[in-house]
Nanobody, 119 residues
Framework: VQLVESGGGSVRTGGSLRLSCDAS????????MGWFRQPPGKEREGVAA???????SYATSVMGRFTISKDNTKNTLYLQMDSLKPEDSAMYYC???????????????WGQGTQVTVS
């Protein structure tokens, strides 16, 4: 399984970014996919997750601002981030797991990450 994130960058407070994660995984549609982030010097935290059958889950800090979605025809996961704040700055990681894990960080597969900086 390979996960490749893209779409990170620098943006002003209040701006938007859309992260993408291209996944090379068999039966992608049944995998649980999640976005995590890790600010410098802090622990990795769950941001959003989406399963094959479950409703999306969001961290309280991003609810109403971030939207997770997946395109099963393209094996691609997205994270639309709006109304960005400086505290959203972090390395963002895409993760995949064979069953639903929500925001629990114990996912089996991880991407290399993409940096998001909000100033």
């Amino acid at each position: 399984v390979q996960l490749v994130e893209s779409g990170g960058g620098s943006v002003r407070t209040g701006g938007s970014l859309r992260l993408s994660c291209d996944a090379s995984v068999y039966s992608y549609s049944i995998f649980c996919m999640g976005w995590f982030r890790q600010p410098p010097g802090k622990e990795r935290e769950g941001v959003a997750a989406i399963g094959a059958y479950e409703s999306p889950s969001y961290a309280t800090s991003v609810m109403g601002r971030f939207t997770i979605s997946k395109d099963n025809t393209k094996n691609t996961l997205y994270l639309q981030m709006d109304s960005l704040k400086p505290e959203d700055s972090a390395m963002y990681y895409c993760a995949a797991h064979p069953w639903f894990r929500g925001l629990n960080p114990g996912y089996q597969f991880w991407g290399q990450g993409t940096q998001v900086t909000v100033s």
